[in-house]
């Protein structure tokens, strides 16, 4: 497995997370709870940024690639 795999799985596990926060913040009825959950899915978003960025950057500067 190659490190733009791996960040490729990384950047899926982490929307699959996201979905599951939103979705978790949608069925309750709880405000303090459906803050957490909607703060979880913020922070994830940061993540996939950061990762999205790793994976452009390889992609674009590996030597294999030209």
Do not use: W
Not at 4 to 28: F, N
Not at 52 to 63: A, I, K, V
Request: a negative charge; charged letters at 20%; one cysteine or more.
């Amino acid at each position: 497995m190659t490190v733009q795999s791996d960040l490729q799985q990384a950047i899926a596990s982490c929307e699959a997370a996201k979905g599951s926060y939103a979705m978790m913040a949608q069925a309750t009825e709880d405000q303090q709870a459906k803050q957490m959950f909607e703060q979880m899915a913020s922070e994830v978003d940061n993540h996939i940024q950061y990762l999205s960025d790793r994976l452009n950057y390889l992609n674009e500067n590996n030597p294999l690639n030209s």
